[in-house]
């Protein structure tokens, strides 16, 4: 590859880079709401539950700390605060996002499978 093309590369990286920034800056309210109605849903269902409804409570209010971080901090940050604890807990963030991974799996295989 001569430099030219390799300005050109990182150039489209770049520009991609800042609309995928831009993309989630703009979906932050979005997913704020989403982790408050998690927390809510949580709170009510918590008191349901009986012996486990303070853990349920504790999972509501870690929601409802995640979405005042989502609604204060800007996507770079939350980017970079990601890759730091990606870092620093390699084997936690591969449990946590094989797990999410099994879990979007399942829940998408479940919904296709009862519609056919």
Same mark, same amino acid.
């Given at each position: ?13 770049? *520009? ?5 920034? $831009?993309?989630?800056?703009?979906? %932050?309210?979005? =997913?704020?709401?989403? +982790? @408050? ?21 504790? *999972? ?5 700390? $995640?979405?005042?971080?989502?609604? %204060?901090?800007? =996507?770079?940050?939350? +980017? @970079? ?36």
């Amino acid at each position: 590859m001569n430099n030219a093309t390799v300005k050109k590369f990182h150039g489209e990286a770049v *520009t991609a880079g800042r609309r995928a920034i $831009a993309f989630v800056d703009s979906k %932050r309210e979005v =997913a704020a709401k989403g +982790l @408050d109605s998690m927390a809510t849903t949580i709170h009510k269902q918590a008191d349901r539950i009986g012996r486990l409804a303070t853990k349920g409570h504790q *999972t509501g209010e870690t929601l409802e700390d $995640a979405a005042t971080y989502v609604r %204060r901090h800007s =996507a770079d940050r939350l +980017l @970079d605060d990601i890759a730091h604890s990606v870092q620093s807990y390699p084997i936690t963030a591969l449990l946590l996002g094989g797990s999410v991974g099994l879990f979007v799996g399942w829940t998408l295989t479940r919904r296709f499978t009862t519609r056919t």
